[in-house]
C-alpha cells in the first residue's frame, strides 16, 4: 500500500509538471511514511514541502495542487493537508487484507526484492589463522551473514568471502611455533618463547606433526637456539622470535613447509568447520598468499599507484602517499629491505575486489580497525575507483556475563572463550540472534543465562514460541478432527475486524519495507526487532482472542491471520540464521 500512495503522488505530480510547466529536471524524491497517529491517517508524505523550495512557492499551496491531482482510485478513501504541508492519506480497510493474500501466494519468497542486477561482495571475519574463532569474531560472523542475507532478499547478487592471511610475520610465528611443539613431542628440551603462540591447540599440532612425519624435522634444541638472541625479561621477545623463525627456515629448507602447513590448514580447518555450524558458508575463501603469484598482485597496485603519481621514494623505501587524500600520514608500501608491507596487500586486495566486477564491495572488520578505513579508501581513489563502492561496519566487541558475573576466560584455550564454547553453552540459534541485537558498533553484553532460559524475556525463545504456537494451533484443531485450508480463511477476512486484529495487519505489512531498510542500512538488529514486536503483538491477541472454538467463519480468518504471521517470523528468522522451530 505504502508503494500504491507513492504511485499515485507521481501520476499526480506528472500531471502537474505538464499543467504548470514545471521545470523539466526538477527533482522529486518522494517519501511516504506510516503516521505514529491513527488520527493523522495511515501514510503521510512530506513532498509538498520539499518542493517548496525549487518552485518558490507556499507547501500548502502545492499540497492543495498536488491532492486536487490525485488519481481516482478506490484504495484511498480521504486525503488531509496538515500543519505545514503534510500530505495524509487515509486508506480502504479492506486495503489491508490484501497483505494476507500476498503471504500466502508468496510464502517464502514474502518481502523478497526481484533482481537488481547489481553484484556486492560480503567479507566478514577474516580471522587470522593463528588459532580458534573466538567470541569476538563469532558476532562478526552473526552480522556478516545477516546483512548478506539481507541483501540477497533485497535482489542484490552476493558473493560471500573470507579473505585468509596465510602470509606474513604471524605466520611465521604460528609454523614456528608449532616446530617448537614437535620438538618438544621428540623429547627435545624446549624453552617455548614468550612471544610463540601459547595455545594447547599448538601442543596438539606438535604431537600429530610428530606422529604424521616422524622425525625428520627434529633438529637438537642447540642447534635451533644458536645465535638466536635472549628471551624477555632479559633480552628482547620479537627479535628472539624473529631469530627462532629464521632458524627454523635454515635449519628445514624446504621442510619448513610442513610445520607451516600443518598449523595453517589445521587451524583453517576449524575455522570452516565452526562456521559451517554456526550456520555460515562462503562462495570464495580468497588467499593471501595468492596476491604473490604469478601474476604479482601486489607489485602491479603499487605499480598503479606509482603511475598515477601517488608514490614517493623515501631513504629506499616506498611510501603512499595517502595524505593527499585525508589520512593522517604517509604509509610504507614496500620497505628499505625490498618486502613490501601488510598495507600492500589489503591495497592489492581491494584492487583484485573490484576488477572481479563487484558494483559494490562491504568490508566487516572489528572495531580495532577503525583507522584502517581512510587508507584503504585513500588507496582506491588514488587507482581511480570511487572509494565510496567500499562500505565499511565496525562490529564492536563483546563481554559475557553469567548472571551478574562477567566471564574472563576459558580454561580450555587459556586465554579467551572461544566460538565453539559459546555455541555448546547457548545453541546457535540463541549465539545468532543475542549477537545482532543491538547495532553492530555498539559494544555488547551477552547474558549467557539470558540466552537459555525459556522465558519472554528471552527475545529469541519469545519469538520462536510465537511460531511454534501456530503450529500447536493447527495441531490442536486437527486433533479435533476440523479442517481448515488458506482459501477459507481468505474468504473470511472480512471478520477480522477488531483494533488488534488491524493492527496485526499493518504491522505484516511492514515486512517488506522493514527488511529492504534493514538491508540497505546494514541493520539486522531492525529486522531482529521487528520480528519481537510482531511476536510480541502475536502473543497478545492470542491472550485476547479465541482462536478455535468460534464460528467457522471467524474461526477460518483467524487461522489465516495466525499463519500469515507464522510464514513472516519464519522469513525473518531464516534471514537471521535463527530456526523457526514447530514444537518447543
Not at 500543519?83 to 489491508?96: K, L, Y
Not at 517470523?569 to 534471514?575: A, D, E, K
Request: charged letters at 25%; glycine letters at 8%; a negative charge.
Amino acid at each position: 500500500m505504502k508503494e500504491k500512495v507513492a504511485a499515485h503522488i507521481s501520476q499526480a505530480l506528472q500531471t502537474l509538471r505538464s499543467a504548470h510547466a514545471w521545470p523539466a529536471d526538477l527533482v522529486t524524491n518522494i517519501q511516504v511514511e506510516h503516521t505514529r497517529d491513527k488520527a493523522h491517517g495511515d501514510f503521510a508524505s512530506n513532498i509538498a514541502m520539499t518542493l517548496a523550495k525549487p518552485l518558490k512557492s507556499n507547501p500548502r499551496a502545492i499540497a492543495q495542487l498536488i491532492v486536487d491531482a490525485l488519481p481516482e482510485t478506490s484504495d484511498i478513501v480521504k486525503v488531509d493537508i496538515a500543519g505545514p504541508g503534510f500530505i495524509n492519506f487515509f486508506v480502504d480497510e479492506a486495503s489491508n487484507y490484501q497483505v494476507l493474500h500476498d503471504i500466502f501466494a508468496q510464502g517464502d519468497e514474502f518481502g523478497r526484492h526481484a533482481s537488481r542486477n547489481k553484484s556486492v561482495q560480503v567479507e566478514f571475519v577474516s580471522a587470522n589463522p593463528t588459532g580458534p574463532l573466538h567470541v569476538g569474531h563469532g558476532r562478526g560472523a552473526a552480522y556478516g551473514a545477516s546483512v548478506a542475507n539481507m541483501l540477497e532478499a533485497a535482489g542484490y547478487d552476493v558473493c560471500r568471502e573470507y579473505y585468509v592471511n596465510d602470509a606474513g610475520r604471524q605466520m611465521d610465528i604460528l609454523g614456528t611455533s608449532v616446530w617448537l611443539r614437535y620438538l618438544q613431542a621428540c623429547g627435545e628440551t624446549i624453552t617455548f618463547p614468550s612471544n610463540g603462540y601459547q595455545g594447547d591447540y599448538i601442543a596438539d599440532y606438535g604431537r600429530e606433526l610428530l606422529a604424521e612425519h616422524g622425525e625428520i624435522l627434529r633438529h637438537a634444541a642447540a642447534e635451533v637456539f644458536a645465535s638466536v638472541c635472549d628471551d624477555a625479561p632479559e633480552g628482547d621477545k620479537e627479535k628472539h622470535i624473529d631469530g627462532l623463525i629464521n632458524r627454523a627456515k635454515i635449519l628445514l629448507g624446504d621442510n619448513y613447509q610442513i610445520a607451516f602447513d600443518k598449523g595453517l590448514n589445521a587451524i583453517l580447518g576449524d575455522i570452516r568447520s565452526d562456521l559451517v555450524e554456526f550456520g555460515i558458508e562462503y562462495q570464495q575463501w580468497f588467499s593471501e598468499r595468492s596476491l604473490t603469484h604469478d601474476p604479482d598482485q601486489v607489485a602491479r597496485a603499487i605499480a598503479k599507484l606509482q603511475d598515477n603519481g601517488f608514490i614517493e621514494e623515501r631513504d629506499g623505501a616506498l611510501w603512499f602517499m595517502s595524505t593527499c587524500f585525508g589520512d593522517d600520514k604517509d604509509r610504507v608500501v614496500k620497505r628499505d629491505n625490498g618486502q613490501t608491507t601488510y598495507f600492500a596487500s589489503d591495497i592489492a586486495y581491494h584492487l583484485n575486489k573490484f576488477e572481479r566486477g563487484f558494483d559494490t564491495v562491504v568490508n566487516i572488520w572489528g572495531a580495532d580497525h577503525h583507522g584502517y578505513i581512510c587508507r584503504v579508501k585513500a588507496a582506491l581513489q588514488a587507482m581511480g575507483i570511487d572509494p565510496e563502492r567500499l562500505v565499511v561496519r565496525l562490529v564492536q566487541f563483546v563481554s559475557l556475563y553469567r548472571g551478574d558475573q562477567q566471564v574472563q576466560m576459558s580454561t580450555r584455550s587459556g586465554s579467551f572463550v572461544t566460538l565453539r564454547e559459546l555455541r555448546e553453552d547457548v545453541g546457535n540459534d540463541a549465539a545468532r540472534f543475542f549477537y545482532i541485537m543491538r547495532k553492530a558498533d555498539q559494544a555488547t553484553d551477552f547474558d549467557l543465562e539470558l540466552a537459555k532460559s525459556e522465558t519472554k524475556d528471552n527475545p529469541v525463545y519469545y519469538i520462536q514460541y510465537a511460531h511454534a504456537r501456530v503450529a500447536s494451533i493447527l495441531r490442536k484443531l486437527q486433533e479435533q478432527g476440523e479442517t481448515w485450508t488458506p482459501a477459507s480463511g481468505l474468504a473470511n477476512l472480512a471478520q477480522l475486524n477488531n483494533d488488534a486484529e488491524k493492527d496485526l495487519l499493518v504491522k505484516l505489512s511492514r515486512y517488506p519495507e522493514t527488511l529492504a531498510s534493514a538491508a540497505e542500512h546494514f541493520e539486522p538488529h531492525s529486522l531482529a526487532h521487528y520480528l519481537r514486536e510482531l511476536a510480541g503483538d502475536f502473543h497478545t491477541y492470542y491472550n485476547a482472542h479465541k482462536m478455535l472454538g468460534e464460528d467457522a467463519a471467524v474461526r477460518d480468518a483467524r487461522l489465516a491471520l495466525a499463519c500469515a504471521v507464522q510464514q513472516v517470523l519464519r522469513n525473518g528468522l531464516r534471514l537471521l540464521g535463527v530456526s523457526a522451530p514447530e514444537e518447543m
